[in-house]
């Protein structure tokens, strides 16, 4: 293996990969391995990347790590193992433990920040290339596995930049996995596209006053049929996925109101509020007509108000999970051979994969946890040590499975 930690701005060797030897007695080395890495306070705001016992490197929001495993022949296309080192805050109060502790509970229940949401795929590829490494196995293709800052913010510092970034481009990204979901049920989710996130922000104009008389052409008015508009649709789009067994979330476009702003006193008739949504719209929406539908709902809310976009990604890329395709083929014939049931969805939120996808390689969204309630970013946050381990036996099959994916026409 081969490491480097790639700044921005200039690249960075990282001499080796450092492994904790000292273990609780009787738990499996891959899961103290797990629990060291959650206990990592890798938190935004202020995410601390420092030296880890998993890497040693001077990694920080603006460095990407990545660890190399060069096939036989490096000359075809590679894999991307990718995940994501940063996690989101917590509300520590609202824990049964600590947050950062990776506490395991009689039932073999880890608890902590990161546990779903990614740090255990992080630690599954690793294990697993390792087994693979002892046991000898030789593969075609590259395989990298890298490690990012900054996607619970956005990735704007972390992969949205990088995919641009040179350095990215001799890695040579043939198909990438990244993360996924846990499934309550015995199946594994596996995700092959996102929805699109649109941050949006509409502005209200009004005629000010005192707030003893009957102002007319209020912005209060205005934006009570802006949201009109906007939770007439939410219901509609709600009523959609509740009463049809072919939706799931990522079929239909969520709306939810998040910013209020307006007003400086109780007496006060402001001049201009504002108000705020978040809208997550599938790859199956016309995205020019959509927004096309927002500037009529303003437009019948009253003279002079506008709307300014926070976030518009409008990438509708999906990966092929066609039979007949090479990448889709080896990862769904792997998962049959462990006697493995997929549920393809579109993933409801947004992950670095939208960014692998807009620049037109393949990426499929899957975090091995089955029997495991969807936790992430929750309180309480964990996952169980048999998921866990039974993860890093499913990358063990995955893996060699996509790296021996048959030259393509143009690789030969």
Known sequence: LSYAAIGLDCPRTIGALKILRLYPEGEDPSVSLFRDYLRLKTVHPDPDYG?????????????VTIVTWEGMNPALKSILLNSHTDVVPVFQEQWKYDAFSAFKDAEGNIYARGSQDMKCVTIQYIQAVRRLKVAGQKLMRTVHLMFVPDEEVGGHKGMETFVKHPEFQKLNIGFALDEGLANPGEAFTVFYGERNPWWITVHCPGSPGHGS?????????????????????REKEKHRLNTSECFTLGDVTT?????????????????????????????????????????????????????????????QSVTSIDENDPWWKAFSAACRAMNITLEKEIFPAATDSRFIRAIGVPAIGFSPMNRTPILLHD?????????????????????????????FPDEA
């Not at 509020?273 to 927002?294: A, G, H, K, W, Y």
């Not at 996952?383 to 993860?391: H, S």
């Open 213 to 233: 008389r009957f102002v007319e052409n209020t912005a209060a008015e205005k934006l009570r049929h802006v949201i009109n508009s906007f939770l007439d649709f």
């Open 379 to 407: 309180h309480n946050e964990y996952l169980n040590e048999q998921v866990f381990l039974k993860g890093i036996s499913m990358y063990e099959r995955l893996i060699p499975a996509l790296a021996s994916v048959a030259a």
């Open 255 to 315: 709306v939810n109101m998040t910013m209020v702003k307006g007003g400086v006193a109780y007496n006060v008739i402001p001049a201009e509020m504002d108000v705020s949504f978040d809208l997550r719209i599938p790859p199956t929406v016309n995205l020019q007509e959509f927004e096309s539908q927002i500037k009529q709902w303003c437009k019948e809310a009253g003279d002079d108000v506008t709307y300014q976009f926070a976030q518009k990604h409008m990438n």
């Open 51 to 63: 030296e880890t016992p998993l890497l040693y490197t001077e990694i920080n929001n603006t460095f």
